[in-house]
């Protein structure tokens, strides 16, 4: 027989919550003369705590649930059986049809206790055991659907060389950084880093050993901006960017120098200089994120014009607040 929810169809751990001694005795009756069903064990619960005792004690395939077996509610019993046991696979057994409440509380299935017919119980306990393997393998799906989802955003915002944040992933973090610079009013900074030379290295060696430098560059700003909030992106051909949130001039400057040191001492075919512009403000009314983004470009365009292997930092002159004179 096919399995389902982990156990075989014809092979079933049932826990019997019922408080009426005919009821429990009429539904074990029907459930041993049940075509092609095997009761291998079945435990019987007064009452919910009792349920929850039992529950806690030993591994069951099926939680036959009375109806009014809780003082809260049979709503409240499925949700407090399926938080102490999440796998369980629960049936409810009342006089009457249920509440569509208590199917929508994790129910699989309901009982009527004037129709424990052997039959009916057995498929009753058979498709409640089929939807919560159903249930199980589209929650594992949709679990790696998501994942799925999830690896393909973050390729779709790495660049592929450095395995850093690609421009559009840049876009994004500065936006998010702006936004919360707004709100709290807090300094936020950028350094572009611009390597020097990188097209007659591609011109003269090849475009692998390009390559390596970009991947040398990029392991430097991973390992020089660490602090939290600091983010690195590879934005250009041979440009890159940093993200520095909650910071000042001196730090921004101090960082920037620690960049080209690092790219400096590194080692490798040939010798690696970059050129870093810094910029530094706060996103006040009249500003926008572009405008930082020119200053540390135009900051990098100084540092290289000055033959590069250097920093330069600016600063942005914020506007008058509202209420100034301008």
Known sequence: MPQ??????????????????????AFVAALRAAPGFQLTKWVRALDHGSALVALDRDRFDVVVMGEGIGERGDVESVRTLLARRPEAVIVWLGDAEPDERVLRAGAHDHLVRS??????????????ISRRHYED????????????????????????????????????????????SARRSEPLALLIVDLDGMAAVNDQHG??????ALGRVAAVLRETARRAGEQAFRIGGDEFA????????????????????????????????????GALMTALAG????????RAD???FRAKRQGGDRVIVLSVPAPPREGEDG
């Open 287 to 294: 500003h926008h994120a572009q405008e930082l983004v020119g």
């Open 137 to 180: 393998r589209l929650r594992e799906l949709s679990d790696q659907l998501a994942a799925a989802h999830a690896d393909l955003a973050r390729q779709i915002a790495t660049d592929s060389i450095t395995g850093l944040g690609n421009r559009r992933a840049f876009d994004r973090a500065l936006d998010l950084e702006w936004r919360r």
């Open 207 to 212: 475009l692998p050993t390009g390559d390596d």
């Open 115 to 128: 129709a424990l017919d052997p039959e009916i119980v057995g498929r009753c306990l058979r498709h409640a």
């Open 242 to 277: 940093v993200i520095v949130p909650r910071s000042d001039q001196e730090a921004i400057q101090r960082l920037g120098g620690q960049i080209v040191d690092g790219v400096r001492s590194l080692d490798g075919v040939l010798p690696i200089r970059v050129s870093v512009g």
């Open 4 to 25: 389902s929810h982990g156990m075989k169809l014809d092979a079933a751990r049932i826990l019997l919550v019922e408080p009426e001694d005919a009821t429990a005795e």
């Open 298 to 300: 135009e900051a990098a």
